[in-house]
Each structure stands twice: as C-alpha cells, then as structure tokens.
C-alpha cells in the first residue's frame, strides 16, 4: 500500500542533545513538508522540499534542520538550539505544490526529558 | 503565520444531528481544503474546493466557499460517533504550502 511513514512513534530526548525524525514515502511525490503540532494549536510548517537537494525554510524552522538527498525521504534533525523541541511533528507530501491535497503520516510525538 | 480560523473551537453533539463548522481567511486564495484528525493521529484529506467553486458534496460532507466573506464552512450530515475528531481548514494562497488553522474540536455522543 502506498504511504507516508513516520518513525519513531514516540521519541524521549534529553536536554543538549540533537534527534531525527524519520519521513518515508512511496507515494512518488515530489513535495514533502515538516509541520509542528503543539496542543490545541494549529499546525505550524518547519520546512518544505519540492524537489530533491532542495529545500525551504517555513515559519518556525530555527533550531530544525533537514535533509532531501532522495526523493522518498526527508528527515527532520531536531538540534539543541530548538528551545523548546517538546511536540508532534507529523510529515506530509503532496505530487507536487499547488492544487494538491497532502497525504499525512500518523507523526512523532517528541518529549524533552 | 495562521491564515484560517475556525468557529466554533468546539462543538458537541448526538449523534444523527447535523454539524457545521466554520473557516474564515485573511488573503486570497487559491483553494481551500479540509482535514480531519483523530486524536494522536495525523491528518486526513476530507475534500477540496478551488476558488471559483461555491459548493462541493463528497458523501455526508457539503462544503461551501464565499469568496467574497473570505469564509468557508463545513457541513457533516447525520453525524455518527466515529465522525468524532478535530477538523481544520487549510488555504492555499499560491505560496507553495498549505496554512492551516487551529481546528474545531467535534465530540459526536451516541
């Protein structure tokens, strides 16, 4: 069945340290994005690629960092200078921008512990 | 930055009522879409309107647009319990990403 899947479900991370959240599909979408979720707020977007080797900051995208060096995968590196990283993140990818519905995966819940 | 806001931020009903949520936006657009969420889960596509459409039915779901309100509802008919889940709007302004808002949080009791 083709999807999107996020990995880990959950992911505990101490204080200093640098984490990555894990986004595949086979789909064959070009374009895929990074949103954070924190309780009872909306979705904010991290970043987006639409194409692969590039990539665009979204409102939020200080203290994340990502990768697009194939075109299933985009993972999300959730670094120490992220103040507060504690949140879930769900990935989605769409054929490409514009005019498209976004398949979702089922997201990474991250704590800082 | 948020583009869409729904109304109510929550709603409870029984089950085989009818119920409407409500997206108001800020800037043109070119579509607007629909999504679900059950609860610790990600989002589900609902249905999709382009700007130059006014209403759209997919199953139990009606949705409008009035562009000139710059607001959108939606319109779950016969509710059942399953439909239980937040719901956001989300508009594409032509920026290569979706803007989402906040969410209706809809409770349907048996």
């Known amino acids: 069945d083709g999807g999107i899947t996020q990995s880990p479900k959950y992911l505990f991370r101490k204080e200093g340290q640098n984490v990555t959240l894990s986004c595949e599909q086979n789909?064959?979408?070009?374009?895929m994005y990074w949103y954070r979720q924190d309780p009872g707020q909306g979705l904010r977007l991290i970043y987006y690629s639409q194409i692969v080797n590039d990539f665009q900051k979204g409102d939020i995208a200080e203290g994340y960092s990502v990768s697009r060096e194939k075109k299933e995968s985009f993972p999300l590196t959730v670094t120490s200078a992220q103040k507060n990283p504690t949140a879930f993140y769900l990935c989605?990818?769409?054929?490409?921008?514009?005019?498209?519905?976004?398949?979702f995966g089922s997201g990474t819940r991250l704590t800082v512990v | 930055s948020q583009q869409g806001e729904e109304d109510p931020q929550a709603l409870s009903i029984q089950e085989g009522e009818n119920a409407t949520m409500n997206c108001s936006y800020k800037?043109?657009?070119?579509?607007l879409q629909w999504y679900r969420q059950n609860s610790g889960r990600g989002l589900v596509h609902l249905i999709l309107i382009r700007s130059n459409e006014r209403e759209k039915h997919s199953g139990r779901l009606r949705v409008t647009l009035d562009t000139s309100k710059k607001s959108s509802s939606l319109l779950i008919t016969a509710s059942r319990a399953a439909d239980t889940a937040s719901y956001f709007c989300a508009t594409d302004a032509g920026y290569s990403t979706l803007t989402f808002g906040k969410g209706t949080m809809l409770l349907v009791s048996p």
């Open positions: 989605a990818s769409s054929p490409r921008t514009g005019f498209y519905g976004y398949t």
């Open positions: 800037t043109s657009i070119n579509n």
């Open positions: 789909l064959n979408h070009d374009a």
